[in-house]
C-alpha cells in the first residue's frame, strides 16, 4: 500500500476509536445510576462515577502526548492505552463493590488520554487547509457511537444469565459488551493502523527528489533563507529526528518542554484553551440540566428523552459536516466567531424563555426546542475551529503535549459543568447567567485577539509580501 491508503486505512481506524468512546458512554451512562443502587452506594457515588473517568484522562493526556512527541509515533501509544479501557470495562462487569465500579471507570479512562496522540498524528499527518474537515469527521464519529449506543441497549436490557461465576444482566452487561469491542478494536488497529510520515516532511522530501532528478539543485531554497517559514511551526522529519537523538542532546530537549510551557501562555493560545473550557463547560452543564427539566415541564419519560437525544445527535452529526464544508470555504477564525455568536443567541433565548416560562405547553414546548436547536448548532462551529486553530498556533513537534494540555483543560470543564448545574436546575437565572458571561467573556477575547487567531505560516507569509511590495 501506498501512504495515501495507509493514511485513510488509519484515519479510518481513529474514527472507529472515537465511536467506541461514544458508544460506551451511550450504553453505560443510562443504567450505572440504577447499578449503583443495587450495590448500596450514597447518590454522590454517580458524580464520582461519571468524574472519574474524565479525571483519569485529565491527568494522563498530557503525558501520553508527551510519550507520542518524543518517539514520533502512536500505533504503540493506542494499543497500550486501550488495555485500560480493557480491563476497566471489564472492571466494571465484575461490579462487585461501589468502590470496584467508581475504579473500573477510573482504569477506563486511562484509555481516554491517548486522544491526546491521536489529534497530535492527525495535526502531523494533515494539511493545515484540510486538517478542520478531518477533525470534524472524527468529531462526527463519536456522535454517531452517542447515537446508536442506545440501540445496542435495546438487547443488553434483555440480558439475563451467568458467564461461569459472574451475573449477566442488564446493568452487568454494558461492561463485557464494551470490553469485547475494545478487544475486537485492538485487532483492528494492529491491522490497519500505520504511522504515516509526517506530511510536511513526506511532501518536503519528495519536492527535492523531483527537484535533483531534473538538475535543479540551485533552486533548492536554502534553509534560513526570507522565504522560510518559522521552523516552530514545522513538522519534524525522521532524519532530524534521528539526528537529534544520536547527538543525545538532552538539555534540547529539556529547552524544547520549557519553550512549549512558554508557548502555551501566549495569547491565542490562551484564548482557544479558554474557548475549549467554557464550550465544554456549557454543554456538560446543559445535559445535567435538560433531563430535570423536561420532566419538570413536560413530563418527559425515559422514552421520550431517549427520542430527544437521538435527534439531537442526529442535529449535531449535520452539524460537523456542514462545518467539514463550511471550513474549506473560510478561515477556522470565522467559524469560530460565527459559533460564538450562536451560543449567545441560544443563551439569552433560554434565559428570557426558559427561566420562567409562560404562554401554555405548546409554547413553552416550542421555545424549549429552539433554544437546544441552537445550543446544537453553535456547538460543532466551536468545537472543529478551535480545535483545528489550536493545532496550527502551536508546534506540530510537541501537538501530542499541547493536544493533552487542551484535551485535559477540557476534562476540567467536564468535571465543573455538572457540578456547577447540578445544584442549580432550581435556579436557572443563575445557572444560565454564569453561562452567558462565559460566553460574553470569550467572545469579547476573540473579537481582541482575532488578528493572532490564524496560521503563523500565513501570517509569516503575509508579512513577508507586505514587505516585499
Known sequence: MDNLQKRNLTFLTI??????????YAVILP????YLEILEAPPYFLGLGLSAFSLSGLLTGPLFGLWSDRSQTTKSIVLFSNLFEIAGNFMYFIGYSKWLLISSRLVAGVGAGAGSSIFGFLTRSTKPEERAGIFAAIMACRQAGLLVGPAFNLFLRLCDF????????????????????WVLLQFAILALYRDVPPIGSEEGTAMLEMKREAGDEEEVPLIGSDEEPLPTYRAVNADQLEASTSSGMRPVRGASILGTC?????????????????TLFNQTALETM??????RLFGFGELSNSLMYSLCGVEVILGFFFVRWLSRRVADRVVLAAGLVICCIACI?????????????????SSFI???FLQLLGLPFVAVSQVSLFSKVTAEKTQGFSQGVRRSVGGLATILGPLWAGGLT????IMLGMMLALLVMITVMTVLSYGRLTEPRAVHSAQSSDSGG
Open 426 to 429: 432550581n435556579n436557572l437565572y
Open 349 to 365: 433565548w433560554c434565559l428570557v424563555f426558559l427561566c420562567n416560562p409562560r404562554g401554555g405547553y405548546g409554547w413553552e414546548l
Open 262 to 278: 512558554r508557548e502555551l501562555l501566549r495569547e491565542e493560545v490562551v484564548v482557544l484553551l479558554t474557548a475549549q473550557f467554557i
Open 15 to 24: 474514527g472507529l476509536i472515537f465511536m467506541l468512546n461514544g458508544i460506551e
Open 162 to 181: 451467568k458467564l461461569g461465576p459472574f451475573v449477566v444482566n442488564k446493568y452487568t452487561s454494558p461492561g463485557i459488551f464494551m470490553c469485547l469491542l
Open 370 to 372: 429552539i433554544g437546544v
Open 290 to 295: 435538560v433531563t430535570p427539566m423536561t420532566q
Open 31 to 34: 443504567t450505572i445510576w440504577k
